[in-house]
């Protein structure tokens, strides 16, 4: 089996509502590109990437001058074909390696009538338990649903999601409003769900010594974790001699040269791995087996997903033996997804490991056209931009917080 073509297709999908995080928001839509690599042998395996466009589509179709001919199980080969670490300085591909990659073993997967899975050593949980991700969020611009800015929102919308999928764990995206107040909306979440668990991520833009101050008043809770309180390993390395609250990132250890500097001077306990920042599924297997070795917590993170990234996100969290947390995703935030049979569904605040071969998703065609020419009527966003605040940037660290009392919600084409 060989590589024959390899098409990129930029989608969008909506989301519930605009979801808010300390560099903007994610403007009510996520923008994927939906990456298919089709075999000699009439074989189509599914990868996907964050963001999209002319430049992700054009991207993707140069690769195929290095990858036309070249057979999907030479993983290794491709990585150095079109991502060698030395070229990377001019040309970072390590995304685009990762949506290869994961068309590669959905191809390989169909093959040899494997789940992918199993080429990774084979499924020790059926199932992958997620956390609620909640988010601050604008409300819907079409219908005003969705709010989520007041702190009994918060909690409101915490409880609907785990009366709706099972969830007993709930993360906050937070590092919008002033410390302080996300404090109280914690632990009022915390409060309002008891028995459940719980973790935090303010996205890095505290300072080391807010970082302590809030890690102190977070300690009675049921954490699992604090994530990025600050961005740096040695901003976290001094946050975390200060904290008996474990700290977590997928900032600041996404690669191998990080992980080790991690466990020669530890400034993280829980490394959250991203198939897609990690550069496709097996590094974050390989990663899994370092953090093994040294007693490193493992997560699986979510850089927004459809399904085809979301059946990588359950291949990787089902075959790793030190899964000791729930996997987050944006997932529940969509209102539809790109695959056959629409979004996954959760069952007891889990997905289900595909069990189809490959990936064990396929696309839905219908979708993939409506959802293109969604892409071609609204375009991209700017993910580092707040629609509310024209002109803002945070700085690090951040002091220059949205006001909780404010509804304003600024224009976001829908
Ligand atoms: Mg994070």
New binding site residues.
Partial sequence: MVIRDIRATTVTVPLQAPLRHANGCHWGRFVRTIVEVEADNGLVGLGEMGGGGESAEATFRAMKEYLIGHDPARLEEMRFLIANPTASLYNNRSQVLAALEFACLDLLGQAWNVPVCDILGGRIRDRVSFASYCFFRYPNPRDGSGEVRAIDQLVAYARETKERYGFTTHKL?AGVFPPDYELEAYRALAASLPGDSFRF?P?GVWSAEQAIRFSHGIEDINNDYL??PVYGLNGMRRTRQMTRVPL????VVVNFEQLAANVLDTAVDVI?LDTTFWGGIRPCVKAAGVCETFQLGVAV?SSGELGVQLATMLHLGAVIPNLSFAA?AHYHHLTDDVIQGGLMPYENGAIRVPEGPGLGVRLDCEKMREYHELYLRLGGYPYDRDPARPGWSPVLPNDRWANPDDGRTGPIPY
């Fill in positions: 995206k991520d996205n994530e990025d977590a990132t997928n900032t959250l993170h987050d």
